[in-house]
């Protein structure tokens, strides 16, 4: 603390005076410190703040470099510099794990300045001018709650801070609502350590906890709002600044090889990045249920077909007409095209109605009929592949079966992978009951099938399409 004038006997004591009640007011058990305070990355004795020179680590007054100011009846402590993001930068300029740095934070949804501050009730709410602010989720001093001291100085544990500005009624959509759906990615449920398990190793944690915290999917330092309608491949901005893995895919149906990318890396992550962290054999997790859950193999650009999420489709000449919604053969899918929220409102895969956290409804069951609301027809046109009454649309497919079929409530599902097939060509399941083995010839093809009641079991059929 600066002392300009000279240091008469009176001032002396006046002085000492002020520091007592400093001392007491800035008692790590004080005030905004509610007791965290000395277990904090900030109050650390040996690793904590330091801005002035000859002041022990975690020192108040690195901070408060004035603490008479309160004395004054400010009712505000004195702070080095204006209580806003600038202070936390005197510190905070570098990259340190998920933070990555000034730059990138002032460019990010929450570094903008939006209007959207912390709403309260719990911790109480700050005020509109304070949005963009650090201290919307961060407290400088730690926080204590019930279970301890909360990771990170964070203001709420795990996802209960997201969703105090994300779970609806705040002037941001209502992410909230999809985790309540039956299906949907599992939380930490507010405990945290999957964030930090994440963070650290680049999610291929074997034993890791079941769990895919807002963190897993967001940086909340680094992530920005999507400024135009997304298009896959472009990686989504909101999904930046996670720990992923980078994909390289070997022969049909092999597991691709994965490389961990930490938080920090400014590389941009494609979205499927980010699921292969956990939903790859290496880094599928989840006990019994880890060997289910990862697909990445299905979609290997090597396999005979499949959803072009990782690359462009082989054949890309199908009629424009047999798909639907402006969606062309020659386009590429996101996850998220077809795991999303079902209320149309909030993208991403948090949770849907629909199982396997599906944007809509798609029937798995011989004789659940399908409908053109359903999945497959958001970018498939349902003249085409589900409507007897199509007329010509039908013939814009090579297999002219297609509507009879589906009519009949032998959806999709009974002949079809939904993300890729290794061998079959046109993602043709090879399931029971359904097609047994297939093979397309010039003509159209043929199959042997397990639902047909003739013999030989096999069918033939000659190509619609017209060329
Ligand atoms: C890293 C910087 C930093 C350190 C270190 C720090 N503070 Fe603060 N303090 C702040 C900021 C920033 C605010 C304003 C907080 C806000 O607007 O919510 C603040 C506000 C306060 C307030 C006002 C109460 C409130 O919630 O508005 C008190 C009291 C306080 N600090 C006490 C302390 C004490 C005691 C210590 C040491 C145990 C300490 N501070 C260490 C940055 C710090
Ligand atoms: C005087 C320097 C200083 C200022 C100002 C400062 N910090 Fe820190 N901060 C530190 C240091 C030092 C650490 C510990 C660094 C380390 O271990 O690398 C730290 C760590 C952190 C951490 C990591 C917590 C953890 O548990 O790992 C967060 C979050 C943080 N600061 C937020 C803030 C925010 C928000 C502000 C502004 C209100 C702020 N800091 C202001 C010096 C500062
Ligand atoms: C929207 C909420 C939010 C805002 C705003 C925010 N942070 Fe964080 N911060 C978090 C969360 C959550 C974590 C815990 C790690 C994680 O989930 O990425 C964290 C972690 C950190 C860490 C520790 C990183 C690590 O991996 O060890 C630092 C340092 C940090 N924040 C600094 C800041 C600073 C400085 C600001 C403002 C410039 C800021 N944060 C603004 C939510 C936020
Ligand atoms: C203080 C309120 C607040 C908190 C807390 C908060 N956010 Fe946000 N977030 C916003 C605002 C405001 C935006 C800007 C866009 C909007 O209004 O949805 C935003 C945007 C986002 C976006 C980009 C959305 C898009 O349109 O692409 C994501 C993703 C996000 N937040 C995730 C998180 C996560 C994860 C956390 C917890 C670590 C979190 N938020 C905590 C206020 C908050
Ligand atoms: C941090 C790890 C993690 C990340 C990253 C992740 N997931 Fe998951 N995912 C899980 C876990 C854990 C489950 C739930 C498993 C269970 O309930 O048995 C799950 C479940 C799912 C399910 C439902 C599966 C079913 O039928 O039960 C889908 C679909 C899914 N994830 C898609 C995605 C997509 C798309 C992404 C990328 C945007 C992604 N996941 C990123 C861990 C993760
Ligand atoms: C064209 C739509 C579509 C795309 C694109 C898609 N999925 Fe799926 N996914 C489905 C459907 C439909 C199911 C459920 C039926 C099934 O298992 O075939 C499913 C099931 C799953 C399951 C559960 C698997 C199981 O066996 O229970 C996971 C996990 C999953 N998807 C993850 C992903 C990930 C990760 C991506 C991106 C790399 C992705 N999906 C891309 C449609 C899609
Ligand atoms: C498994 C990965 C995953 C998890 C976990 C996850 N998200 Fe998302 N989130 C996504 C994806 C993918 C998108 C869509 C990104 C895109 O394409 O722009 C998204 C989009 C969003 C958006 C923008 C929605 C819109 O329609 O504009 C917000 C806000 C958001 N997430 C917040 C959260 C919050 C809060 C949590 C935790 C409660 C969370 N997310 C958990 C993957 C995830
Ligand atoms: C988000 C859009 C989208 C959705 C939803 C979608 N598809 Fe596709 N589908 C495509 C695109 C794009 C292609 C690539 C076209 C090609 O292969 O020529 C494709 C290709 C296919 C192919 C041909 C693959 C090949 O190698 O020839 C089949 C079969 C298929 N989809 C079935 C389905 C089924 C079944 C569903 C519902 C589970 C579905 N699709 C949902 C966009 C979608
Ligand atoms: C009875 C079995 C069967 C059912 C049910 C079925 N398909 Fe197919 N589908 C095929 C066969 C066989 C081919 C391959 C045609 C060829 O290449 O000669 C095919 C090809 C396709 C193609 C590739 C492009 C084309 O049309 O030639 C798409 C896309 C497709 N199906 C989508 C769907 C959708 C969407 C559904 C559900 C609404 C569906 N299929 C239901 C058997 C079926």
């Not at 027809?377 to 039908?394: I, L, N, W």
Request: net charge positive; proline share 8%; aromatic share 4%.
């Amino acid at each position: 603390m600066g002392s300009r004038g000279g240091t008469g006997r009176p001032e002396k004591v006046m002085r000492a005076a002020l520091a007592a009640i400093a001392i007491v007011l800035l008692a790590p058990d004080a005030g905004a410190a509610g007791g965290a305070y000395k277990e904090t990355a900030h109050g650390d004795k040996e690793q904590g703040v330091r801005r002035q020179r000859g002041v022990t680590p975690g020192a108040c007054s690195h901070c408060h470099s004035r603490p008479i100011g309160a004395v004054r009846g400010s009712g505000e402590m004195t702070l080095f510099a204006p209580n806003d993001n600038t202070l936390c930068f005197t510190c905070h300029a570098e990259t340190r794990g998920s933070f990555t740095g000034r730059a990138r934070f002032s460019r990010s949804a929450h570094g903008l300045e939006t209007g959207l501050a912390w709403p309260g009730p719990e911790p109480r709410a700050r005020p509109t001018t304070d949005g963009g602010k650090c201290l919307n989720c961060h407290d400088p001093h730690g926080v204590r709650d019930g279970a301890g001291v909360i990771p990170d100085m964070l203001r709420l544990r795990g996802e209960a801070l997201c969703l105090g500005c994300h779970g609806g009624g705040r002037g941001s959509k209502d992410v909230g609502a999809a985790f309540r759906q039956p299906y949907h990615h599992p939380l930490t449920g507010g405990q945290g350590p999957a964030t930090s398990t994440l963070r650290s190793t680049g999610l291929a944690t074997a034993g890791a906890p079941a769990a895919a915290g807002c963190s897993a999917c967001h940086n909340p330092h680094v992530e920005a709002v999507a400024a135009t309608q997304r298009r896959a491949p472009a990686p989504p901005p909101s999904l930046q600044g996670v720990a992923h893995v980078r994909v390289t895919s070997g022969a049909p149906g092999s597991e691709p090889s994965t490389v961990p990318v930490p938080a920090d890396d400014a590389t941009p992550a494609a979205e499927h990045e980010v699921c292969f962290g956990c939903h790859a054999k290496v880094t599928a997790r989840g006990g019994g249920s880890g060997a289910r859950l990862s697909v990445a193999a299905q979609f290997n650009p090597a396999n005979a077909s499949f959803h072009p999420v990782l690359a462009q489709a082989r054949s890309t000449d199908l009629d424009r007409a047999a798909f639907a919604n402006g969606w062309t053969a020659d386009r590429q899918v996101y996850c998220s095209d077809c795991h999303s929220g079902d209320d149309g409102r909030v993208r991403g895969p948090h949770g849907s109605s629909y199982e396997h956290i599906l944007k809509k409804r798609y029937p798995t069951v011989r004789g659940e009929k399908m409908v053109a609301n359903d999945l497959c027809f958001d970018c498939h046109a349902f003249k085409t592949y589900g409507d007897p009454a199509g007329g010509a649309a039908v013939d814009r497919s090579r297999f002219p079966g297609h509507a009879s079929h589906v009519a009949r409530g032998d959806g999709c599902f009974v002949c079809h992978e939904s993300h890729g097939a290794a061998t079959q060509p046109t993602l043709i399941a090879l399931r029971t009951p359904g097609i047994t083995s297939f093979k397309p010839d010039m003509q159209g093809g043929s199959c042997t099938v397990s639902c047909h009641r003739t013999a030989p079991p096999s069918a033939k059929y000659r190509t619609s399409l017209r060329r």
